[in-house]
């Protein structure tokens, strides 16, 4: 199936009511895995519901391909069973009074595939998702992560050219979202259908998506790679919302952020540091005091407390051995270059700090100043 394109997409639930979704340009390309990922309220879902068509734009135009399928200004609504796209519910949605199989099949019996071919089709299913052994359950019986496949077969049972997915992991516990993750990853390289997910767990998207939408308040904050939406923020908002831990924001013109500049001071009133591009030492950097240690398991956050007005820094020690450090203990941090992000006083990021900065004896004369 040829790209959805969303140009100009806006929703107003009310005339004169501040827009649900505000001026949505996307282009999400055939065979991607595309996560729109952001806050509660931000207009992800009502973004997805407008795709499937359960919800009708108020501006702006949705297009496959050549075909449009919902545009004011032209005064088209292709209705959504008309559209060939299959939907997951957070909800899953499952009929309470059929089996697994009779749920999987209810798609072809509506598009009249003959029965032999019906119970051909609902068969690869089951072994698609790993189900076997529960046609003959109703979905009160199943538990979370078995609704979710049988949900997921029935959608995929139909071979739609592009799968939404509504929050779909939300209702399940820690140990199958992590289940369910790997399924739908590998589902994705087995079928090639493009997939448009629904998500705020930015863990959700990192691990599966090739593409991120980030948005807030209704509009598009930045769209690219994962590796990009983290190592490139747009802006102030995706810096803070993609990292766990949060990144650290400390004031441009500190002294302890000059120096983590090494010399390149481009104007800027924020500096972004990643926790991952903290490094700490017993000698040389930026001296600073261990003012918290907690453990989380294959890691330990650490919180630092610095001289001067950048406030604490927290960082991240990958490790399932107890840091050397105590509490309360002298020491010095250094950053990586590639870790560090400046945003003007608008949010917005600024030029890359890396290739404005030079390592060497600059760094460490810079760092001994505040020592």
């Not at 107003?12 to 055939?30: F, N, Q």
């Amino acid at each position: 199936m040829p790209m959805i394109q969303l140009d100009h997409l806006e929703k107003r639930y009310a005339k004169g009511a501040a827009p649900a979704v505000d001026d949505l340009t996307l282009s999400i390309e055939h065979g991607s895995f595309t996560c729109i990922l952001g806050p509660s309220g931000c207009g992800k879902s009502t973004t997805l519901r407008m795709i499937c068509g359960l919800e009708a734009t108020t501006g702006g135009e949705i297009r496959i391909g050549e075909q449009v399928l919902d545009s004011t200004a032209k005064g088209v609504f292709v209705p959504p069973e008309k559209r060939g796209l299959g939907l997951v519910f957070q909800s899953y949605a499952l009929w309470p009074h059929m089996t697994v199989a009779e749920n999987i099949a209810f798609g072809l019996k509506v598009a009249r595939m003959p029965k032999p071919a019906r119970k051909i089709r609902v068969a690869e299913m089951v072994r698609t998702l790993r189900i076997e052994g529960l046609e003959n359950r109703y979905p009160a019986q199943l538990s979370g992560g078995q609704q979710q496949r049988v949900a997921l077969a029935r959608t995929l049972a139909v071979s739609p050219g592009v799968l939404l997915l509504d929050e779909p992991l939300s209702n399940l516990d820690a140990a199958l979202r992590l289940s369910m993750r790997a399924e739908l990853a590998r589902l994705h390289r087995d079928f090639g259908t493009t997939i448009v997910f629904v998500t705020h767990d930015q863990w959700e998207a990192m691990t599966l998506a090739t593409h991120i939408a980030v948005m807030a308040g209704g509009r598009l904050q930045q769209f690219g790679r994962p590796d990009e939406i983290y190592g490139q923020p747009a802006n102030c908002f995706v810096a803070e919302f993609i990292g766990n831990p949060p990144i650290n924001l400390i004031p441009a013109r500190s002294h302890t952020a000059r120096a983590l500049m090494q010399g390149a001071h481009p104007q800027g009133e924020m500096l972004g540091l990643r926790p991952e591009g903290i490094s700490l030492g017993h000698e040389s950097g930026l001296p600073a005091v261990i003012e918290e240690i907690l453990p989380t398991g294959g890691a330990w956050i650490i919180t630092l407390r610095l001289a001067d007005e950048a406030g604490p820094l927290t960082l991240t020690h990958t490790t399932q051995l107890p840091p050397r450090w105590q509490l309360g203990a002298p020491v010095y941090l250094r950053a990586r270059p590639e870790a560090l992000h400046l945003f003007c006083a608008q949010g917005h990021a600024l030029a890359p700090l890396a290739s404005r900065m030079t390592a060497g004896p600059s760094h460490s004369r810079a760092l001994a100043g505040l020592a």
